[in-house]
């Protein structure tokens, strides 16, 4: 990456734009989004470690499109083995649909709706699927029926080795916009939409190596921290997060070597990211300390009250920047860590050198999150968020400390206890939001003249704007 115009200060993502270079890349399709980090996901996105983002769904959703989702610290180990099999569990391709049975109210059946982007729960019986429900047949109908008396019975039973062209051809020629996989045993295996099929064609799943999904996992620095990266490895943990909200200090890298000893004896192929830092030092640091990558970022994060609170942080397009050139020195790379809005951040964290990109608030409004769907007084969905300092997460962290250790801690939050995350009318689910990012990096990588991102961060041009610049670029809904 290469500046138009010298910086005389740090930049966030908005301070700055990417002029187009002459490129041979003609068409978008063309660009290989494989991250750089090491990990070779085929996409360079991470739902981040919040109990809010990341969890069984975030991380089945994340890993078929090709990303990855950490589940956070603060679930207990055993849930999160659970979550490990059940992820590993499920199929590469096709959604895990919910279920109910024929005698499920349609009121539960219909609250459990939103608990998927596709907007159908399918009926089971004895292991058979027998029909599906959706919001247009319980218009009406008294929430305690059962769902036998309103379930649509066709349905479009498609082969796992169908393509996903001849799916959506099915799809299409029976009107309808939800087949069912089956084995050959008849066992149910999935689902998949029209707009399924159609990214089943574009995107390719994160898989480990005996062909399963991915899934990462977090721990902390505090408490028995071996015994509990020892399980998470065991369990199969493809990716190992230590998270702190200051990873420049001695814990972090006590910590740190002991993990990295645990790694080594019983999953040497399994990387350690360690973060979050934002300065050169702390990056090789934590290096040195058996991290293969390091999470960036500190105060850009949208339930982050940390740089108001103690005026540490910095602005993170700096901080990617100089990081990466960090780490790139040791043939490690980095994570951009939050303060992602729009597709243009992702692009930009790339351009600067990151090697993937972590996401947590924009992914805690969507379908996936592991929160409720509430509904605001003016009618629009939204999910609640809430930051992984705060003092609702510190509780619920040290819930085996004592009253007085607990109340102490609370004192010391650094994050939004509550905040809205209206799911986007347009982009309900992840994989819409994803289809938004990633179009928009493809392009970006074109305008570059980049085929792959190693090519894009070497590539990119990149100039310093005033806001002024910034807003003429925020399209318009309305005339002026
Ligand atoms: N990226 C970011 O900007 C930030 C991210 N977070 C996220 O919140 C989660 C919880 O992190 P965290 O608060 O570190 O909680 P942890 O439960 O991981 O505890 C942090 C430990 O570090 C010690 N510590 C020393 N200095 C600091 C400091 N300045 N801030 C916080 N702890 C410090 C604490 O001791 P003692 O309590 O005695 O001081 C405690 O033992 C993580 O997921 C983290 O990524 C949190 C804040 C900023
Ligand atoms: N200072 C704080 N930072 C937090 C907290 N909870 C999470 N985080 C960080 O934010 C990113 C995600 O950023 P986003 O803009 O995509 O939401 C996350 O990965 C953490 O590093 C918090 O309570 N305080």
Redesign the pocket.
Known sequence: MRFLNQPQHDLTYNDVFMVPSRSQVTSRLDVDLTSTDGLGTPLPLVA???TAVSGRRMAETMARSGGVAIIPQDIPTDVVAETIGKVKGSHTVFDTPVTVTPGTTVGEAISLLPKRGHGVVLVVEDGLPVGTVTEADAQGVDRFAQVRTIMGGELVKVSPTDSPREIFDQLSAAHDDYAIALGDDGRLLGVMTRKGALRAAIYAPALDADGRLKIGTAVGINGDVPARAEALLAAGSDVLVVDT?HGHQDKMINVLEAVRDVRDKLAPGVPIVAG?VVTADGTRELIDAGADVIKV?V????????RMQTGVGRPQFSAVLECSAAARELGKAVWA????RHPRDVALALAAGAGSV?????FAGTHESPGNLMVAADGRPYKESF????AR?VRNRTRDSSGFERARAGLFE??ISSSRMYLDAERPGVQDLLDFITSGVRSSCTYAGAANLPEFAERAVIGIQSTSGYDEGRPLHASW
């Open positions: 981040a470690n919040m909200a979050n970022g105060g850009p994060g949208a339930m982050c009250t940390t860590d939050g303060g992602v972590m996401i947590g608030s924009w930051g992984m300092a705060s997460a650094e994050g």
